[in-house]
């Protein structure tokens, strides 16, 4: 497989992550576990508007990540918040950590895909 097709396919499926967490469990179901981390970061912000705040900003994430498809440095923002998402709720909400499909595993699946992303663009 060469750079370009690893490129495209690393991007793309972050963008797709991006829009998935953003749009699913965030603006269609609510998923309590998704409210539970929005109002412990966001306490300043009523229940609903942190957890809308939240799915709009990784939906648009998402699309900037598909319609600026070039630009390598949009990934960089993916990294950091990975990590330090995953460090803040390590912190803040560390029963989160026991479930199946936590923040921890998604997390650094997404800062993986990230990298390798950056990687290939090079």
Same mark, same amino acid.
């Given at each position: 497989?060469?750079? =370009? #097709? $690893?490129?495209?396919?690393?991007? &793309?499926?972050? #963008?797709?992550?991006?829009?998935?967490?953003?749009? +699913? %469990?965030?603006?269609?179901? =609510?998923?309590?576990?998704? +409210?539970?981390?929005?109002? @412990?970061?966001?306490?300043?912000?009523?229940?609903?508007?942190?957890?809308?705040?939240?799915? $709009?900003?990784?939906? $648009?994430?998402?699309?900037?990540?598909?319609?600026?498809?070039?630009?390598? *440095?949009? +990934?960089? %923002?993916?990294?950091?918040?990975?990590?330090? #998402? @995953?460090?803040? &709720?390590? &912190?803040? $909400?560390?029963?989160?950590? @026991?479930?199946?499909?936590? %923040?921890?595993? @998604?997390?650094?699946? +997404?800062?993986?895909? #990230?990298? &390798?992303?950056?990687?290939? *663009? =090079?």
């Amino acid at each position: 497989m060469n750079q =370009k #097709a $690893i490129y495209r396919c690393s991007r &793309i499926s972050l #963008a797709l992550i991006f829009l998935y967490h953003g749009i +699913v %469990p965030k603006l269609i179901f =609510k998923s309590e576990q998704e +409210v539970l981390m929005n109002n @412990t970061f966001m306490p300043f912000l009523e229940k609903n508007m942190a957890l809308m705040s939240s799915g $709009i900003m990784e939906t $648009i994430y998402g699309f900037a990540l598909l319609i600026f498809f070039h630009k390598a *440095k949009l +990934v960089y %923002p993916a990294i950091f918040f990975t990590f330090f #998402a @995953t460090i803040a &709720i390590l &912190i803040q $909400i560390p029963s989160l950590m @026991t479930h199946a499909f936590n %923040p921890f595993s @998604t997390n650094l699946a +997404v800062c993986a895909l #990230a990298y &390798i992303c950056l990687l290939s *663009k =090079k």
